[in-house]
């Protein structure tokens, strides 16, 4: 247990709808980070966040957003599904924001499209 | 900016023999080095990580990874392995100066056969 908490665990939605990913990193971790990891494309980097501010930026689309909210929990927002957007969804957490830092994973959001 | 090729999208292996994952990467500045390990149905995990210092480094259930600055590489090894070691590797890197973005490579899923 990587002490990383995400929900829902499966989430299943039909295109064009939106859903909202949570993720609660490890107690005292600052930064929490958004990967996509799907067959075609592997894990993908999507977005970083530190302290509550946004700190790095991937591959995330324009129909996805994120914030960390002052409790240090994150939330990954998808509009506009895309059967495409089918994946696996997990949320990583470290102490601090720098890039030498050990990143925990969640176990994961699958987001099924139909 | 960095990239990360892992050589092998797959590699099986006879239970007590040894093994090595390969993984390579591009960088224009000092890098990070990371393999992490994804069991089924897990988020990933570190196995090891080398920052600086000795180029050998060791790691969790055994493993160890060599840095290799002329070639490039980072690969990873464990003299015998076991049924249990199946599962996803993924190499991982990242800059030591400037960003924060970590990049990871495409996963090679190692089989340990009976």
């Known amino acids: 247990d990587s002490g990383v908490t995400q929900t829902p665990k499966h989430l299943i939605t039909a295109t064009g709808q939106r859903v909202t990913l949570r993720c609660s990193p490890r107690?005292?971790?600052?930064?929490v980070y958004w990967y996509q990891q799907s067959l075609d494309q592997g894990l993908q980097f999507l977005i970083q966040?530190?302290?509550?501010?946004?700190?790095a930026k991937g591959n995330i689309l324009e129909r996805f957003s994120a914030q960390q909210f002052p409790d240090l929990h994150s939330e990954l927002n998808l509009s506009s599904l895309e059967l495409g957007d089918s994946a696996l969804y997990f949320c990583?957490?470290?102490?601090?924001?720098?890039?030498?830092?050990?990143?925990?994973f969640g176990p994961g959001t699958r987001l099924t499209v139909t | 900016a960095q990239s990360v090729t892992q050589l092998d999208s797959q590699v099986p292996v006879f239970e007590e023999a040894p093994v090595e994952l390969r993984c390579n990467y591009s960088?224009?500045?000092?890098?990070?080095l990371f393999w992490y390990v994804q069991y089924p149905n897990q988020g990933l995990q570190l196995l090891l990580k080398?920052?600086?210092?000795?180029?050998l480094v060791k790691g969790i259930n055994g493993f160890e990874a060599e840095f290799n600055k002329s070639q490039t590489s980072f690969h990873l090894r464990k003299p015998s392995v076991h049924i249990s070691d199946t599962a996803e590797y993924f190499c991982?890197?990242?800059?030591?100066?400037?960003?924060?973005?970590?990049?990871f490579g495409a996963g090679t899923r190692l089989f340990v056969k009976a």
């Open positions: 990583a957490s470290s102490s601090t924001s720098g890039s030498s830092y050990e990143q925990y």
């Open positions: 107690s005292g971790d600052l930064s």
């Open positions: 966040y530190y302290n509550g501010e946004e700190r």
């Open positions: 960088s224009s500045v000092s890098v990070y």
């Open positions: 080398y920052l600086s210092g000795s180029t």
């Open positions: 991982a890197v990242s800059g030591s100066t400037g960003g924060f973005k970590t990049i």
